[in-house]
């Protein structure tokens, strides 16, 4: 059975810890028990001196992710291989803190299947976008930051990636009016 372990990191040093985990599960011989590292990302466009970029940032700023195959619940070589990759001092495995009657037991804390799926899912979607060279999907919301309709929230409708443009759908004055709007005129909603 495969499970996914979170490990906190400072920000900005996601990639580095990464490849770390990655010469350190080469170095001890761990291929089949540590799947995978992963530092999940996102496209967001970018101008700088006049050009578009689409830049690549994490997700999940200051939090690497590493599928770990293991034999039960409680294979002790999972606690070995956790203990391994935080001897770094990079990064630690986040803990969840559990009671026992009148004991309290930190145990390494895993990602429920949703959150795994929702995850790659979005990993995905990101990779499409990059191979693509366009931040956006059709059918994702955006917030419109810059412009006339600055502040309002819509649907993309259409891309037209050669242009750097994308088709909207916004509620503007209870009507939805499609409006075209430039890459670096929008984020998407929510923030992230």
């Known amino acids: 059975m495969r499970k ?33 590292v992963l530092v999940p990302t996102q496209t967001i466009p970018r101008v700088k001196k006049g050009k578009r970029l689409l830049e690549e940032k994490p997700l999940f700023k200051g939090y690497v992710l590493v599928e770990i195959e293991q034999e039960s619940d409680e294979d002790p070589a999972v606690g070995e291989i956790l203990e391994l990759l935080s001897s770094t001092g990079l990064a630690r495995p986040i803990l969840a803190k559990e009671k026992d009657r009148k004991e309290i037991k930190y145990t390494f804390l895993t990602l429920t299947d949703q959150e795994v799926s929702e995850i790659l899912e979005t990993q995905e979607r990101e990779r499409e976008k990059k191979e693509q060279e366009v931040p956006f999907l059709a059918g994702e919301m955006i917030k419109v930051v810059e412009g006339p309709f600055a502040g309002m929230e819509g649907e993309i409708k259409e891309i037209f990636p050669e242009r750097g443009k994308m088709k909207v759908e916004i509620t503007f004055f209870g009507r939805v009016t499609s409006v075209v709007l430039d890459f670096i005129q929008v984020e998407r909603a929510g923030g992230r």
Request: charged share 35%.
């Open 4 to 36: 996914w372990y979170a490990f906190r990191t400072q920000a900005g040093r996601e990639s580095t810890v990464k490849e770390l985990f990655e010469r350190l599960r080469v170095e001890n011989a761990l291929e089949h028990k540590i799947v995978r």
